[in-house]
């Protein structure tokens, strides 16, 4: 008995994305296999028969997110736990009077 190829394995030997693979076989193009109900598995012979058909198209790259510089960051804490920082300097004022008050 043969090995049985996985979705990444396949996506690797064609050149595509494991989304690619996956949209192959909704679409009827590549037959596939499920083992378990949910693990999809590909026969060699079928995946090599398939790659001389399809055309690859080049996959992007990533976006990288640019790099922020730490005011931004800073920036950005404030604004979404301004009433946390608020509260914590009231409860710090009130820490302080009732000290050098008491």
Do not use: N
């Not at 030997?13 to 009827?28: A, M, S, T």
């Not at 001389?52 to 931004?72: L, Q």
């Not at 960051?73 to 009231?90: N, P, T």
Request: hydrophobic fraction near 40%.
């Amino acid at each position: 008995m043969e090995k049985l190829w996985t979705t990444a394995e396949v996506a690797q030997f064609l050149g595509i994305q494991e989304e690619d693979v996956e949209q192959l076989v909704r679409r009827g193009q590549l037959t596939g296999y499920k083992l378990g109900g949910q693990f999809l598995r590909f026969r060699p012979d079928q995946v090599q028969a398939l790659k001389g058909t399809i055309t690859v198209r080049p996959t992007a790259p990533k976006p990288t997110p640019p790099r922020e510089r730490w005011f931004h960051r800073l920036r950005e804490v404030c604004y979404f736990y301004d009433f946390y920082i608020i509260s914590a300097g009231l409860f710090a004022v009130l820490v302080l009077y009732l000290v050098v008050a008491g």
